[in-house]
């Protein structure tokens, strides 16, 4: 399941993706266990259904010992995804940064997060896994990347997602918790993309309960008004406890019109299509 490469450095320019491939969509979030994980394996599973080759990377996974499954390998279970890449792993369930040190490891550099990620992003594709034989050639690619916990968390000396996302050229997507308190906390960290330079792709809310309430109601119409950007989806709550078939049948349902064409980078002329649903 796991493709890995060595830290190599590959032409084109530094700060951004090779052209070869479109660039990746960065996920973010607005905090640890907000559902980025789930949001992830939705968006890939979309790109499945729409006859793209996917791909998922987790810079960094912490937490975890060597051979258990990581986020990626998680949201590559739920989503029938078969390119996964994780770069590195740290035993602590901590920051990046602190469980390196806490560990008396070497802090991670840029380089040896982004050469990995590059020589994955200009590996020849795969095929789209259950497409039928008739389906032809994947028509294009998709590769995910997810982050760890929210926007500032340090993935190593001052280090953060947004060096990764501008490093590769790509549009962030926020996901965000449906509940009393969202408001803030996302347009906090869509107004940290903003300032960083990057693009905020969209919010997906990783969690959506099946009788929203009055705030979680509220906040579907607010979020896009007080941040600027589309709700893109919004993630049943208990969605991870899906059969990967299952999954992957209802996964497209749960985004607005056209979020997949519109995030990747090679049809900027796809738009998003925003309609508040119940």
């Known amino acids: 399941m796991t493709t890995s490469f060595a830290s190599a450095s590959l032409p084109g320019s530094p ?4 052209p070869a491939a479109p660039a990746p969509i960065v996920i973010t979030g607005t905090g640890t266990d907000v559902g980025k994980t789930v949001a992830t394996a939705a968006l890939a ?4 259904s729409e006859g793209l080759d996917v791909g998922i990377c987790k810079p960094i996974q912490t937490g975890l010992g060597p051979g258990e499954p990581g986020d990626a390998h998680e949201a590559a279970r739920l989503s029938g995804v078969r390119r996964v890449l994780e770069v590195r792993r740290l035993p602590d369930p901590l920051a990046p940064e602190t469980a390196a ?4 490891l070497p802090q991670s550099t840029l380089p040896e997060l982004i050469d990995p990620i ?21 028509r294009g690619r998709l590769d995910l990347v997810e982050g760890a916990g929210g926007v500032l968390v340090r993935l190593g000396t001052d280090l953060t997602v947004l060096d990764l996302a ?8 926020v996901v965000a918790r449906a509940g009393l308190g969202t408001l803030s906390d996302t347009e906090l960290t869509v107004r940290a993309i903003e300032a960083a330079g990057l693009r905020c792709a969209g919010i997906v809310i990783g969690s959506w309960p099946a009788d929203p309430d009055l705030a979680e109601r509220c906040n579907l119409e607010d979020l896009p008004r007080l941040t600027g950007v589309p709700v893109l989806g919004r993630v049943p709550a208990g969605a991870g406890a899906l059969s990967q078939a299952e999954f992957g049948r209802r996964a497209p349902g749960w985004f607005e019109s056209g979020p997949v064409t519109a995030l990747r980078r090679d049809d900027p002329s796809a738009q998003v299509t925003p309609a508040v649903g119940t």
């Open 15 to 18: 700060g951004s993706a090779s």
């Open 166 to 173: 501008r490093s590769l050229d790509a549009p962030v997507v």
């Open 118 to 138: 590059r020589a994955w992003l200009r590996a020849p594709g795969g095929s789209v896994p259950n497409a039928p034989a008739t389906s032809g050639p994947a």
């Open 45 to 48: 599973a979309h790109g499945l």
């Open 101 to 104: 040190r806490v560990a008396g």
